[in-house]
């Protein structure tokens, strides 16, 4: 990954991560609306979902980031077999959607942060597959999980390869019916 600045002082990018990626230099960590600006910023910028960790790396026993997600950008439904995951969506429409082990749809929600909606946050049990994409150009929320991170067994897809001949059908229906909320 190309070294870019974040454009606000006291962050170190993760030049190993998938996504444009940032940790801070220092505690306690501030969370602003320019940090906010800035990473949405680099997100459009850069093509990418983007993302500032506010823990300090990926052995952190508690991960919590401030995700810059795109819709363009959307990734299969996904599990995690000993961890919850809380997503508090703070710009922007987020839709997050359960699934059972064959691929249809429990359940969906739309985040929207207040005062637009009343769902601004849920939170998904571990083993639960489940996938989150913007239904905004961006949406910007806060993720909350158990760390530490793995690249080998932090995730389980809910298809073999991430990748199911029916998926682009099932995430345009989603897209369709919530977008429309």
Known sequence: MKKIELGISGWNQDL????????????????????????????????????????????????????????????????????????????GKLLISLFDNLGSVIKSWVLEPLPN?????????????HCDFALSDTAVHLETTLGPFSTKFDREYLWVGGDHPDWNKIKNELIKKYSEV
């Open 117 to 129: 909606s009343g769902q601004i946050s849920i939170r998904i049990p571990a083993g639960m597959f």
């Open 16 to 91: 190993s991560a998938k996504s444009l990626s940032w940790y801070p230099e220092t505690t306690p960590v501030e969370v602003s609306n320019k940090l906010i600006d800035c990473l949405e910023k680099r997100s459009i910028e850069g093509g990418l979902n983007a993302r500032v960790c506010l823990h300090q790396s990926p052995n952190a026993a508690l991960h919590e980031m401030i995700i810059c997600q795109r819709s363009d950008q959307v990734h299969p439904p996904k599990r995690h077999f000993d961890r919850d995951k809380t997503f508090l969506v703070l710009r």
